[in-house]
């Protein structure tokens, strides 16, 4: 029988960021597809472990390292171990990232006053992250002579987010980053190294709660409530609904897409407001 394009069996996910609600959706839709899955954390081991729990029972291959995606020689050790353990790294999600209540203005924190170490630290969690990780494992893709790279961008880079000043920068700059790195790797090294982003649009994490809902009373905020307006499907989306998009874009039946960022938003990119 001829083996699926969707199937991932024999190959080694690298996912950071893997223990947040997005990043722990696609480490389970790729460990049900028959990969081998290293969920990144940094902090959040124990959410990364219960990912690799329930991944393990339904019969799939998960194991946690900790690494920091802003420091370089963290992220080369992980790699050490990955290809000591797996001897390859096939697919490489760089999940790490998320907004900060002290980088995003409100009636209490104007734009002139958003603390400077809050703003670097939003722009390099987003930015430097993704930027890191692919140099430590696009090398390794870059020797190998083939992979498959998928950045989680966000619709604050396509239409900046009110509020989320340092977020909606920080995922610009990695949708940019995406379409740079997918022409250099082609162009510099080798042309079976695919580079492509995701970009949701609003479902609820753990980064974004505090924006979305009171965390009083469960309700949604007068910008929870705009948003669901302005969204022709009437909802925030389910991580869930985001792991086919990214298995897709990871896979041979996107052996031709390249460079590209799939918006996924429930049609509110599309909405102008009439």
């Given at each position: 029988?001829?083996?699926?394009?969707?199937?991932?069996?024999?190959?080694?996910?690298?996912?950071?960021?893997?223990?947040?609600?997005?990043?722990?959706?696609?480490?389970?839709?790729?460990?049900?597809?028959?990969?081998?899955?290293?969920?990144?954390?940094?902090?959040?081991?124990?959410?990364?472990?219960?990912?690799?729990?329930?991944?393990?029972s339904a019969g799939g291959s998960a194991s946690v390292v900790q690494a920091d995606v802003l420091a370089r020689d963290s992220l080369r050790k992980l790699a050490e171990d990955v290809i000591g353990d797996f001897g390859t790294v096939d697919l490489l999600v760089n999940g790490?990232?998320?907004?900060?209540?002290?980088?995003?203005?409100?009636?209490?924190?104007?734009?002139?006053?958003?603390?400077e170490e809050a703003v670097r630290n939003v722009l390099d969690l987003n930015f430097l992250g993704t930027f890191f990780a692919c140099q430590v494992f696009g090398k390794i893709m870059v020797e190998q002579g083939r992979g498959a790279v998928l950045n989680i961008s966000s619709?604050?880079?396509?239409?900046?987010?009110?509020?989320?000043?340092?977020?909606?920068?920080?995922?610009?700059?990695?949708?940019?980053?995406?379409?740079?790195?997918?022409?250099?790797?082609?162009?510099?090294?080798?042309?079976?190294?695919?580079?492509?982003?995701?970009?949701?649009?609003?479902?609820?994490?753990?980064?974004?709660?505090?924006?979305?809902?009171?965390?009083?009373?469960?309700?949604?905020?007068?910008?929870?409530?705009?948003?669901?307006?302005?969204?022709?499907?009437?909802?925030?989306?389910?991580?869930?609904?985001?792991?086919?998009?990214?298995?897709?874009?990871?896979?041979?039946?996107?052996?031709?897409?390249?460079?590209?960022?799939?918006?996924?938003?429930?049609?509110?990119?599309?909405?102008?407001?009439?």
């Amino acid at each position: 029988m001829k083996k699926s394009i969707f199937d991932f069996s024999g190959k080694t996910a690298v996912v950071t960021g893997g223990s947040g609600v997005i990043g722990g959706a696609i480490c389970r839709g790729l460990a049900a597809a028959g990969a081998n899955v290293v969920i990144v954390a940094n902090t959040q081991m124990g959410k990364a472990q219960v990912i690799a729990d329930e991944i393990r029972s339904a019969g799939g291959s998960a194991s946690v390292v900790q690494a920091d995606v802003l420091a370089r020689d963290s992220l080369r050790k992980l790699a050490e171990d990955v290809i000591g353990d797996f001897g390859t790294v096939d697919l490489l999600v760089n999940g790490a990232g998320g907004a900060k209540k002290e980088a995003t203005t409100s009636k209490e924190l104007s734009f002139f006053d958003l603390p400077e170490e809050a703003v670097r630290n939003v722009l390099d969690l987003n930015f430097l992250g993704t930027f890191f990780a692919c140099q430590v494992f696009g090398k390794i893709m870059v020797e190998q002579g083939r992979g498959a790279v998928l950045n989680i961008s966000s619709l604050g880079a396509v239409r900046p987010l009110t509020r989320s000043v340092a977020y909606s920068a920080g995922k610009a700059a990695v949708t940019n980053f995406t379409q740079w790195l997918a022409v250099h790797f082609s162009q510099e090294y080798q042309a079976k190294i695919r580079v492509n982003a995701i970009v949701p649009g609003f479902f609820l994490t753990e980064q974004n709660r505090f924006l979305l809902t009171d965390e009083i009373t469960g309700e949604l905020t007068e910008r929870g409530q705009r948003i669901i307006r302005q969204t022709p499907m009437g909802r925030f989306g389910s991580p869930d609904e985001l792991v086919p998009p990214a298995l897709f874009l990871l896979s041979d039946a996107a052996s031709f897409i390249h460079g590209e960022t799939l918006v996924i938003d429930g049609g509110l990119n599309a909405y102008g407001g009439v």
